[in-house]
Structures are given as C-alpha cells and as structure tokens.
C-alpha cells in the first residue's frame, strides 16, 4: 500500500473563503502522514469575469459587482496562501503553492487534474453546499485517487487532529473495498478501527459476514473490532453520523458510490448523506 507522501490542499476564496481552521487541519493531516502538502487556490479573474457577465442585467452596476467581487476574492487569497504557507512551513511539510484564475468558483477541472498526480487530495466542503455539490462529486469520482472531505463550516475540526480512532463503513460493495485498500496506510497509524455494517439499508445477502475483512485487516497487522448491526429504521446517514458521534471517530473511511448517467452522478444513499454534510473529515475513495 503506498503511502501519502504528495498531497493537495483546494482552497476557494468567493463567495466565502475556506475557513482558516481547514488550514491547519490539512497541514495537521500531512504531517500524521509523513508526507509533504501543496495548496490550490482559486482566484477570481476580471477579465473572465466580465465576460461571464457581459449581458448582465441594466439594472445592476455588473462593473462595481465584479470590483467588488474580484477584490474579495483577492484578498482572501492572500490571507489564505499566508497562513497555509507559515503553518506548512512551521511543521517540515511544506510543498508549493499554485494559483487558479477563474470566472467563478473553484474549477473542478483545475483540482481534477492537479489530483490526478498525488497521492491524496484534501477537499474542504462548505455548509452552502449546492453551487459546489458537483464539483466535490467529480473531485471524488474522476480523479482515480482518494480524497479527505473536511467539514469547512462551524464544526470544522480544530487542531490537534488525530488519527486515533478510524471507522470503516463496510457494505460489501466494490467502492467499499476500494476505500479499505486506499486507507490502509492510515489505518495502520490508528490506535482503534472499528469495521462498521448496516444490515437494512442495502440488500446485504445474509451469508455475507465480516469475517474475511477481519482477516485481511490482521494480515496488513491492523486489529479492527467489527460491528455488525441493523439500521433500526433510520436514514443510513443518520446512523453514521450517530455512531462516529457517539465513538469519537476522528476519520470515517467509506467508498463513494454512485451511477452515472451521462456526466450525471446519482449517488447512493449514504454517499449523498454524508458527501453533503460531512459530519467529521471523511475519506472517501471509488
């Protein structure tokens, strides 16, 4: 299993700029993984800007709007690329810094790209999430590498992060295994895992039992405590986000999974639930 040794911080700066505290989380995130943290941050461009609002309505001062806009969007730039660059400085693992010019938000195409050639992508996820709903999907499911979501709102974790106490979301499933295969650098770190499946939300065969994950977690030496329980009525992901609250998870491991239908993805249950909300920083993998 390689380890993470070449990440990617994407950072977004309008219409509201990713909190500083997701920052330090990340740095925090490179540093348990021994490896090195670059950041991508999106700037607004005048010229793309006005472009996109070329027949803007009369109504509004579109050339004021896009001053303001583009100043914003500057200067939280700025700030953002100050502190990641101390904070990854200051704790041995900083990489580089890159710049976006864009007409609007982060471009999904840039960060794809860029996360096509590293080991992890880490995404901050706003409490907005709409606008940016399908790019944090196509970061996750286009890439061909695993991503963290970090909960970019009120909640978002503060330092110290830990890799304490891991839960696996198991479902049998391909993306399930994925995840497994991704994450074992960061399960091999952890001083807990607990191997989680929900009997009830997918039609699980019954045969079907936890044993075999045990066994091949031992073998890569991780000892995991398997949890096989029933949904008990609830929405999937509310019985996630009740047990990593209850245990004091500090990372969820779980596949994404969804279909896609043309360029569209619809995701499954608990992909949805937890993509759109991250209740603590997520890896997720497909």
């Known amino acids: 299993m390689s380890e993470f040794r070449d990440i990617l911080l994407a950072l ?10 997701v920052i330090d989380c990340a740095v925090n995130f490179a540093c348990l993984c021994g490896g090195k ?11 793309k800007l006005a472009r996109a609002y070329s027949h803007g309505s009369w109504l509004l001062d579109i050339p004021a709007l896009i001053d303001e ?16 660059e101390k904070e990854a400085r200051q704790r041995g693992v900083f990489q580089d810094e890159q710049y976006e010019r864009s ?22 996820v706003p409490d907005s999430f709409g606008l940016d709903e399908l790019e944090i999907e196509d970061l996750v499911f286009q890439t061909g590498r695993p991503a963290i979501l970090i909960p970019a709102y009120d909640r978002a974790p503060r330092l110290p992060v830990s890799l304490d106490r891991i839960a696996v979301a198991w479902d049998f499933s391909r993306a399930a295994s994925r995840a497994l295969a991704d994450a074992m650098p960061l399960l091999k770190k952890a001083k807990k895992v607990s191997v989680l499946t929900f009997r009830g ?45 209850r245990h004091k998870t500090d990372l969820l491991v779980m596949g994404a999974f969804g279909h896609s239908r043309l360029r569209e993805f619809i995701l499954g249950g608990a992909s949805r639930a937890i993509m759109t909300k991250p209740p603590l920083p997520v890896f997720m993998s497909h």
């Open 12 to 21: 977004n700066t309008y219409p509201d700029a990713t909190p500083e505290p």
């Open 37 to 47: 943290i670059s950041a991508l941050v999106s700037i607004l461009d005048r010229k």
């Open 69 to 84: 806009a583009v100043n914003a969007s500057g200067q939280n730039g700025r700030r953002l690329m100050e502190r990641f």
């Open 103 to 124: 007409a609007f938000f982060l471009s999904a195409e840039h960060v794809i790209e860029s996360a096509k050639t590293r080991d992890l992508v880490l995404a901050p």
């Open 201 to 245: 939300e997918k039609d699980i065969p019954a045969h079907l039992s936890l044993k075999e994950v045990d066994r091949h977690l031992q073998m890569h030496g991780v000892t995991a405590e398997m949890e096989d329980a029933g949904i008990d009525g609830r929405a999937i992901g509310d019985a996630i986000r009740e047990y990593v609250s």
